[in-house]
């Protein structure tokens, strides 16, 4: 389990400060969650000593006495100097410290009294706090902001948002016909600007890629065989459209969980339901059948509760859930739902169809410690038991469609939130829930608790539109900031939860090739159809695999990062030097790490130095011949804007040493040019080489593999 709680501990530091009432959710639940529950929490058979704290009717039975701490169990124990008695026991790495110690005694004191857990209480759309601006999501940030002395940034100047709005929406960067004229730039003009991202066929692309993390899409079975799904990027291609035209977001869930047992399904409702063929799947010689099903099954139930619940169910496999409400029945009752699948490709089209067939019903058990030959008692598909029940299913026993449908009922506390903070996280740099996997008792608690609330119901209000809630984020305030350091919110916020500015994010591994071969004008702009393989270096390949693999013919390979075929087993290393998924689970949040191979990846690696070699020609053949021009056009192709003087004196002067490097290296520097060289004129041979160390240069420029 992974436990986030920098925020938590310094909203916790905040309140004992300024000695406000201690409340459950966001100063006891983490700590109890944390260092009690895995031994006094759900899981009935690894509790201690019959003592259970995530419940009060159980907790104040012996352990605690509300008001009376003195008087309490619970309290003796945590505060006791014998090593006998004190609680946690001194083998535990689970310590409480003096202050959390303290924050118990006086929740005790106050009554002890316990709340839901926050992502399990029906959603409720809080009012708008007062604002000046059009866009009520400023109301909340601007709230949050004013009991910490801090103000929101000014507005980002309107190259960098122009920048930031199109790789956000499009996953490219604008052309310099997007910039030619921002001279009266307004607001009106910013809405107009949204629009056309939404309306392009790349914000498709863009979004499908977020969704494809969490899909765990690749084009290959996995483990040693790992063989080829010719059909799986029809799925990929779904997702784009159904992206395109907005398709509600209930309906994008209800195709994708049981398109297939809609009536008279589509086409596409039959490939949508494809999202549960994504899985690894073992079909090597002398496997065992039964357990690569029963696994493959675990998959589903795993990942449509991360996906749609931000809930950690896969840890209630092989025992009741140490820390949320998940029982162990729970799991295989939730398991039940996909137990009563053929997984088949339909003849005709060889669409990936899960076809998550009732004459394949098979009775489902609760298999014991995660076993899958250890058969418990006997369950039916049913929802989780924390959760409301589900509504009207359309038979005694529900189905997937009665599943999916539940997810996004009204009802469903989790769906929508989980939903509108992983959009959130993706234009804002993190999830106003910095855990989107886990809205769990483990999990961080929000940073704007009534915020998330408000987006939830506005994005169900509004007909569960990712692109009226994406329109929504990007024209408010919060997100137009600038992402400038500033020193106060370094002192009060260092990790920027509140949001006083933007923040500031490297581009994601397929967003920094695409952009590259976009400014250089290399890029195939084909949308959908199969995959692609790029060129790869022999040494890719494990020592004994033979390879067949082969670079797709002509131009095929400068298409987006997105249609590169993902094979398990052999990933393309340019993207997962920058953290990639590897397609092996549900992937709600890609990290971003730093580390000296991205940057020789983007120094050396062949699309980055093709991407230089082709730019240099490009401005080789749109621009004067004058150095400082030429230099000019490039730095406006990579980085959308005017060079400074100092930075124009810097490339003037790099210019000026690598040409004469050229003219002293002779035949040896020109073969920085590459497959290029005989498309330059001999009179501009030493000029365009001169260029591509230039070009590579500034690709290599934080401000180019940032989003700023």
């Known amino acids: 389990m992974r436990l986030v709680i920098p925020f938590t501990l310094l909203a916790t530091l905040g309140v004992l400060a300024e000695e406000k009432r201690v409340e459950f959710n966001r100063d006891v639940r983490p700590i109890l969650a944390s260092k009690c529950y895995a031994c006094h929490g759900p899981d009935e058979d690894k509790r201690e000593a019959d003592l259970r704290l995530d419940v009060r009717a159980e907790a104040v039975k012996e352990a605690i006495k509300p008001g009376k701490p003195d008087d309490s169990e619970f309290w003796h124990r945590i505060s006791t100097t014998e090593a006998d008695d004190v609680m946690p026991p001194p083998s535990s790495p689970k310590q409480l410290t003096k202050a959390e110690r303290n924050l118990f005694r006086r929740w005790i004191a106050e009554g002890a009294e316990y709340q839901d857990h926050w992502s399990f209480v029906p959603i409720k759309r809080p009012s708008v706090p007062p604002t000046t601006s059009k866009n009520p999501i400023d109301g909340f940030i601007e709230e949050k902001l004013r009991p910490h002395g801090l103000k929101p940034a000014v507005e980002a100047d309107p190259i960098t948002l122009i920048r930031r709005v199109f790789l956000d929406l499009t996953g490219l960067p604008p052309t310099p016909s997007d910039l030619s004229d921002l001279s009266d730039w307004s607001d009106e003009k910013y809405v107009a600007l949204v629009d056309r991202l939404l309306a392009s066929p790349n914000f498709g692309e863009r979004w499908a890629r977020h969704w494809l993390d969490m899909a765990r899409y690749a084009d290959s079975n996995g483990f040693l065989g790992d063989g080829l799904r010719p059909n799986a990027w029809r799925y990929r291609d779904w997702v784009i459209d159904a992206i395109n035209r907005d398709l509600p977001f209930d309906q994008f869930t209800i195709e994708q969980i049981a398109g297939d047992l809609l009536l008279n399904p589509t086409l596409a409702q039959l490939t949508a339901s494809g999202f549960h063929r994504n899985a690894a799947l073992n079909t090597e010689a002398g496997v065992d059948k039964e357990e690569a099903r029963f696994q493959n099954l675990a998959d589903r139930v795993n990942t449509t509760g991360r996906v749609w619940m931000g809930l950690t169910v896969g840890c209630a496999q092989c025992h009741t859930h140490k820390y949320d409400p998940i029982t162990i029945r729970d799991y295989y009752s939730f398991y039940a739902f996909f137990n009563n699948t053929v997984d088949q490709d339909e ?292 980085l959308n804007r005017e060079p400074r003087s100092e930075e124009l004196s810097r490339l003037l002067a790099f210019h000026a040493e690598q040409k004469t490097r050229v003219q002293n290296d002779g035949v040896e520097a020109l073969k920085a040019l590459g497959t290029h060289e005989k498309a330059v004129p001999p009179s501009e041979i030493v000029e365009a080489a001169t260029l591509v160390a230039s070009a590579r240069v500034l690709l290599n420029l934080d401000e180019f593999i940032n989003r700023q």
Request: proline share 9%; aromatic share 6%.
């Open 347 to 638: 003849p005709n089209t060889k669409t990936p169809a899960l076809a998550e067939v009732m004459n394949d019903r098979r009775q489902t058990y609760v298999h014991m410690a995660g076993d899958y030959t250890r058969r418990g008692p006997d369950v039916i598909p049913a929802s989780l038991s924390a959760l409301p029940p589900m509504t009207n299913p359309t038979q005694p026993e529900p189905s997937r469609l009665d599943l999916a449908k539940w997810l996004v009922s009204p009802q469903h506390p989790l769906t929508s939130r989980v939903s509108v903070n992983h959009i959130w996280s993706k234009l804002l740099g993190i999830g106003l829930v910095s855990t989107p996997d886990d809205f769990g008792a483990t999990g961080e608690p929000p940073s704007h608790p009534e915020l998330l609330d408000w987006l939830a119901s506005e994005f169900m209000r509004q007909g569960w539109s990712r692109k009226q809630l994406i329109k929504l984020i990007v024209t408010s305030a919060t997100y137009k900031q600038s992402s400038a350091h500033r020193d106060d919110i370094v002192v009060v916020d260092p990790l920027n939860r509140l949001l006083a500015r933007q923040n500031r994010l490297r581009l994601d591994a397929e967003i920094l090739r695409d952009s590259a071969l976009a400014v250089s004008g290399l890029l195939k702009p084909t949308i959908g159809g199969p995959s692609f393989r790029p060129p790869l270096p022999e040494d890719v390949f494990d020592v004994g695999r033979s390879s067949n693999w082969k670079a797709s013919p002509g131009d095929e390979i400068y298409r987006r990062s997105l249609y590169i075929i993902t094979l398990r087993s052999v990933l393309y290393p340019t993207l997962t030097t920058f953290d990639a998924p590897d397609a092996a689970d549900a992937c709600v949040r890609r990290e971003r790490s730093n580390t000296p191979l991205q940057a020789l990846t983007m120094m050396n690696d062949g699309v980055f130095v093709e991407a230089a070699q082709s730019l240099a020609l490009r401005v080789l053949r749109q621009s004067p011949a004058e150095a400082p021009k030429r230099l000019q056009k490039l730095f406006r192709l990579v």
